[in-house]
């Protein structure tokens, strides 16, 4: 009889209450639960299409749909007129930055055990943190988003609203704190004539555009506007357009003019264990990785085009480069400049430096062998628990913890460097 007389009672007061019939589950306080079901489907989707956008599926077109179940999401919730929406906003936002988290950057736990050496407890305990601060600039951005439809103060035109709400984004997500400087952006990377757009102020303009291009679909979704999915259309075309252009500025050189720079970068196919225990100074190692470097180089000197400058990625030059610390790290030093000499061009590559205070940084020089000397970079975003550690500069104590770990020193950002033609 209680039962009953609780759903004779819902059922009366919905005649006079602004709770949707939708939202009512009888005689229970979970009356909300059930039209979150289908935002919450849309927005897990939306998760999915971001990550299978990016590396190792790099289905980088994704990205101008991956938004549009989020904006359609939000859209349902803002039909059901619940009192409490802008909760509802935070938490579609959050579980697609979960989704995001676990399905793009899954190696973290892979990363913080053999980089950092500590057991998978820790490395997973780090992860979960990770994944719920790692992406939160998507609820930010839709409370921003709502925000300005709902006070009035923005011209929700046809235009005006799919640039706007790009920018937002876009602007919310450069400058959210980050352990890397990821972005939607950065999921054309294999797509030559969309990754052109970047000239135009970087990959974070990219990313406004592809936001715009997700605004135009999903309206076209829910307002049936033939004319929304035409304009979305057409700034893809206008995005590629471009791209073509400067691609084959760049395919047909007779297009250039003034002089040109051939580089040639090298990567050798070195093992981790191989790497890493080259890092720790493994004489063995270190002249293994060393070799493997200098017979790519060899040969790529050896084309009938000399390039201008030989590359090497990060940490290719297994010790402090220009300050041997032993009789190994000085047969190191006289082998490599040897060989920098006979190419005769300048030598970029990764290694390591130190400064007065015996700090070590992770590097990237340029080597001009006619004059023996060299300019040098020092990394400015170090890879959490790998190269860093929060908090560990104001308490010392807590790199004891983690033996294996390197700590290097923050450079101070991007420099300028000269180099010979």
């Not at 289908?38 to 999915?48: D, F, I, M, S």
């Not at 300048?346 to 062998?369: I, K, M």
Request: charged share 15%.
């Amino acid at each position: 009889m209680a039962k009953r007389s609780k759903a004779r009672t819902a059922g009366e007061d919905l005649d006079n209450s602004t709770i949707p019939k939708s939202e009512v589950l009888v005689g229970t306080d979970f009356c909300y639960a059930i039209p979150m079901f289908l935002p919450l489907a849309l927005t897990l989707l939306a998760g999915v299409l971001y990550v299978f956008s990016f590396a190792p599926w790099d289905q980088g077109y994704l990205q101008w749909i991956a938004f549009v179940p989020l904006f359609v999401a939000i859209q349902k919730v803002q039909d059901s007129e619940h009192p409490k929406c802008w909760q509802r906003y935070f938490w579609l936002g959050f579980a697609m930055n979960v989704v995001i988290c676990i399905g793009g950057f899954y190696w973290i736990i892979y990363s913080t055990q053999q980089y950092g050496g500590i057991p998978i407890w820790a490395s997973l305990l780090l992860f979960a943190v990770f994944c719920l601060i790692g992406q939160l600039q998507i609820p930010i951005y839709l409370w921003v988003r709502e925000w300005a439809k709902k006070s009035k103060k923005f011209d929700e035109s046809f235009w005006c609203w799919p640039i706007f709400s790009g920018f937002v984004y876009a602007g919310i997500d450069s400058i959210y704190p980050k352990l890397f400087s990821d972005t939607a952006g950065n999921a054309f990377y294999l797509h030559s004539w969309i990754r052109q757009a970047v000239d135009l102020g970087g990959p974070f303009v990219l990313t406004a555009i592809s936001i715009s291009v997700n605004e135009l679909i999903a309206r076209s979704i829910l307002y049936k506007e033939l004319r929304s999915i035409i304009a979305a259309v057409g700034m893809i075309v206008a995005v590629c357009l471009y791209g073509s252009y400067r691609v084959n500025q760049y395919t047909y050189p007779e297009t250039l003019t003034g002089p040109t720079f051939n580089v040639a970068p090298i990567q050798a196919n070195i093992g981790d264990y191989l790497k890493l225990e080259a890092e720790r100074g493994s004489e063995s190692a270190i002249e293994n990785v060393l070799q493997a470097y200098l017979s790519l180089g060899s040969q790529a000197i050896q084309n009938t085009q000399k390039p201008d400058m030989l590359v090497w990625p990060e940490t290719a030059y297994p010790a402090l480069f220009g300050k041997p610390m032993s009789p190994p790290e000085v047969q190191l030093d006289r082998v490599s400049k040897n060989f920098a000499r006979q190419f005769g061009g300048t030598w970029a590559f990764g290694g390591y430096d130190q400064d007065v205070t015996l700090l070590e940084y992770n590097s990237f020089f340029f080597y001009d062998p006619n004059k023996d000397t060299h300019q040098v970079y020092h990394k400015n975003h170090l890879l959490m628990f790998g190269e860093t550690l929060p908090f560990a500069d104001l308490f010392p104590s807590m790199k004891s913890w983690f033996p294996t770990m390197g700590f290097f020193g923050q450079g101070p950002g991007p420099i300028v460097v000269s180099v010979r033609n």
